[in-house]
């Protein structure tokens, strides 16, 4: 496709519901990325991917929080028993290659947890 | 791990002046420094950005600055423009992935 793109745009749970959060990244790209964003705050680091393996989930904020991308493209993001300190954006990037390369970004999934 | 720190939060110029923004990282082993630019409800794109070999960058109103010595990198917007108003986030990368600083809300006044 074009750029990345993440489904749905937005998502309101109900607390203790589970959520999916779809990322289609660049095609070819090879590391993809997910951050999250609370209002008025940087991408904080969640995951990270180089092809199927999960190289680095450190900003998991807990177990409830799960992360895949079984065929090397397409990534979901789960998250369990959602809370209310989950209310944020969601925010997918991809590259082709490690960290000295350009990130493209999805333009985000906005999830509001009542 | 990496820690960019980022100043000021937020910054209002008048149009036509200049508007510079500052970070800092900890982590020596840093060696690329992106800018990116998010617009409010879009996703952050990147305007600019500097590897650790170069001092310097610059792509017309757009200019970026590194001292390694200091571990500081700023982003330089010359003669500002109303369309230059959003959120500016600069980012260190020691290694995968990017750390971000928390970003610089600026508005430019008409």
């Known amino acids: 496709g074009a750029g990345v793109s993440q489904s749905p745009r937005y998502k309101v749970a109900k607390r203790g519901q589970d959520v999916a959060l779809r990322c289609d990244p660049i095609s070819g790209h090879v590391s993809l990325f997910w951050y999250q964003q609370a209002l008025g705050q940087g991408p904080e680091f969640l995951t990270y991917?180089?092809?199927?393996?999960?190289?680095?989930k450190s900003g998991l904020p807990s177990d409830r929080f799960f992360a895949e991308r079984p065929e090397g493209s397409v990534s979901t993001l789960k998250i369990q028993r959602t809370q209310q300190e989950d209310s944020a954006v969601y925010l997918c990037a991809s590259s082709t290659g490690q960290g000295t390369t350009e990130a493209f970004f999805g333009q985000g999934t906005r999830l509001t947890v009542v | 791990g990496e820690n960019v720190e980022q100043h000021p939060s937020t910054l209002s110029v008048q149009e036509g002046d200049s508007a510079v923004i500052k970070c800092t990282y900890s982590?020596?082993?840093?060696?690329?420094f992106p800018w990116y630019k998010q617009e409010l409800g879009k996703r952050p794109q990147l305007i600019i950005d500097?590897?650790?070999?170069?001092g310097e960058k610059k792509d017309q109103r757009i200019a970026v600055t590194l001292n390694k010595t200091a571990k500081h990198f700023s982003l330089h917007i010359t003669e500002t423009q109303p369309e230059d108003s959003a959120v500016y986030f600069c980012?260190?990368?020691?290694?995968?992935?990017?750390?971000f600083g928390k970003g610089t809300r600026l508005s430019v006044i008409a």
């Open positions: 980012a260190a990368s020691p290694r995968t992935p990017l750390v």
């Open positions: 500097i590897r650790s070999n170069v």
């Open positions: 991917f180089q092809n199927e393996a999960q190289l680095d």
């Open positions: 982590d020596s082993a840093s060696n690329y």
